[in-house]
């Protein structure tokens, strides 16, 4: 069912309050001073904060910030995100020190239309995560109409992703949520053939819903990272000291043979005896050696899963194909960063989603050249599984 969007409502003189995934990196100086670091989140949610502006809306934002215990805690708090917001708009942002209340509610009254409140970490609250009905009716109070914009926790039910959306008419999508459902769309309903999939990262766990979700869907799914280790492991390979999950190689073996060829694995690898940048590192193919761990994919299985990406009209990508934060290892993903910018300029749709493929795709320069980055981690990885996001559900029929 499609759902209400920014793009459908009257704002005007309307007190819009905007659930914003403001959830980024804070850096701390030495005199305790809070700064925001990588900024990407904040400039995901301006188009919606500037549509509210222009239309002469009143924007009330929200949003969490780490994981606070319910409580006030200034090491969270969101005060360096209206700063940087600020800088970003070129406008003064009113920063609440509460969430909900009397005070935050005579802020609302005495802004002026075309103007912008950020409300204090909504983690504060106890009943934010709990999904109380009485916070989410006194969030709800600050507001005529609800609009999410914060893909990344659409997957959580909390008070003010979910629970808000009951006591207001109207709750529709920001424009960052609706560009999000369109792409994800794309790869649920009729994707163009071939569809690949590649995922990596650490854990098989995160991904057994998703792989069984795409494999009906894809033509082939490429592993990398240490999830192949799992599975290698479970197909009888020496994995030497990888990373492995051990309570998972039955559901692995299950889940490559169930797959009919469809699951392809690593066929060499980048080793070192040390999970260390600096420690010697060699390629082997197949088997690896006791004491020596995998913590990258190899240069033939770069070359093989590039080949079978620039055959590809549809590609999706979640997880980094080996230990790229530690540079002699980040071969792999990069490789996958640049086959999936080159896949895009052949014509193929492409979308990558996750905090480390995403880190990896701008790292390697490539964010400008691939289709779609989406903001969702777990997110993506739920929508892809045909799951519904409890925020998006909770929201207006168009
Ligand atoms: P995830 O959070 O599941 O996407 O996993 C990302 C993490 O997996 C990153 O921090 C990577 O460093 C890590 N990772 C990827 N490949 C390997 C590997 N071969 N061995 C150990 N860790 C890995």
Known sequence: MAKL?????DLSGKRVLVRVDFNVPIDTDEEGNRTVGDDTRIRAALPTIRAILDAKG???LMSHLG?????????????????HLESLLDARVRFASNTVGEAVESTVRSMPAGSVLLLENTRFESGERENDPAFARRLAAL???FVNDAFGTAHRAHASTEGVTRFLEQSAMGKLVKTEIEYLSKLLDSPEKPYVAVLGGAKVSDKIG???ALLPRVDRILIGGA?????LKALGENVGDSRVEEDKLKTAKKLYDEAEGKIVLPSDHVVAEAFDNDAPREVVIGSIPNRAMGLDIGPDTIASYRETLMEAKTIVWNGPMGVFEMTN???????IAEALADATEKGALTVVGGGDSVAAIVQAGFEERVSHVSTGGGAMLEFLEGKELPGIAALSDA
């Open 227 to 231: 999830m192949s280790y799992t599975f």
């Open 210 to 212: 998703v792989i069984e």
């Open 143 to 145: 507001a005529d109409v």
């Open 67 to 83: 994981r606070p215990k319910g409580q006030p805690d200034p090491s969270y708090s969101l005060s360096p995100v209206a700063q």
């Open 58 to 60: 009143k924007a009330i």
């Open 5 to 9: 969007s920014i793009d459908d409502l």
């Open 329 to 335: 290892f980040a071969t792999g993903t990069n490789a």
